[in-house]
């Protein structure tokens, strides 16, 4: 069973007049993954699509999504699965790619249907795509690893970059998970932002009654998102991104846009935050 939910596209001076409820409806997903289902989130933010596929032990099959108006869905875009459950394996293009915890894999434009099979959990992210690329199947040491933060500053983690320029070719999409260490709880702060990207944040590993603190918004005018394990934050290209966790975390980053150059941040310091 496939659905597909749209989201339009909210300009910055909408979003402050929003309320809890209505910021929750135009920037959580929540609900992604289903016994079963492909659950798909199609945003009007440089038309990413996010979403979850639990095939459950049998077999999903990623194929025609109506609102591309395509004949496959990967006919003009890229696709990013990231396995965040048990061992499975994807099939594309005649080849199968055995996708245990953590593995990433990169479908390039055209690769046509995709089976998604076994106990994998797969979140999948999609974007528009000029040219055909490779299928890459990237481990954790096969990503690049970038160590930042600190003990003190609450916010010590590591930052593994798996579609990316340095890791491999891709058109429009980065992405990758940032894990924390033990007592670190503060992801993303100094906060940025990137008008020439978008971006989303799929929380998980957490234990069921955690919660994140998400923040979003412009720099001087803040919001915030209470999240749950495996619900992501949508985040438009005017807003920050970053949160704390209450408990353990892991959230994978992912962005589509003008750029694919992971450095270019316009950062934002504590205080010059409101
Ligand atoms: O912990 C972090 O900091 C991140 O993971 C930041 C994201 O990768 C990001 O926002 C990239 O633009
Ligand atoms: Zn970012």
């Known amino acids: 069973m496939l659905t597909v939910e749209t989201r339009h596209a909210i300009h910055q001076d909408h979003a402050k007049t929003m309320d809890t409820d209505a910021l929750r409806k135009n920037f959580l997903a929540t609900d992604l993954f289903r016994d079963g289902e492909i659950r798909l989130v199609y945003t009007h933010y440089d038309r990413f699509v996010l979403g979850g596929a639990v095939p459950a032990g049998g077999e999903l099959v990623l194929d025609k999504v109506a609102e591309t ?29 055995p996708m245990d915890h953590g593995d990433v894999l990169y479908l390039g434009q055209g690769s046509g249907p995709v089976t998604l099979a076994g106990n994998g959990r797969y979140y999948l992210v999609s974007a528009p795509a000029h040219r055909p690329l490779p299928a890459k199947l990237i481990r954790l040491s096969d990503s690049r690893q970038m160590k930042t933060g600190a003990i003190e500053t609450s916010n010590k983690r590591t930052i593994n970059q798996f579609i990316h320029p340095l890791v491999m070719e891709s058109c429009q999409l980065v992405l990758g998970y940032t894990t924390l260490e033990d007592g670190s709880v503060w992801n993303t702060m100094p906060a940025h932002i990137h008008d020439r990207r978008m971006e989303a944040y799929l929380y998980f590993n957490m234990a069921p009654e955690s919660r994140v603190l998400h923040l979003m918004g412009e720099p001087k005018e803040t919001r915030h998102l209470i999240i749950a394990n495996e619900e992501a934050a949508i985040s438009p290209p005017w807003s920050i991104h970053a949160g704390a966790g209450i408990g353990g975390y892991t959230f994978i980053w992912a962005m589509a846009g003008d750029n694919v150059d992971y450095t270019d941040m316009d950062f934002v310091q504590p205080a010059d935050l409101k």
């Open 69 to 97: 108006r395509t004949a496959t869905f990967l006919e003009r875009r890229e696709l990013g699965i990231v396995n965040i459950g048990a061992t499975g394996e994807v099939r594309a293009n005649g080849e199968t790619y």
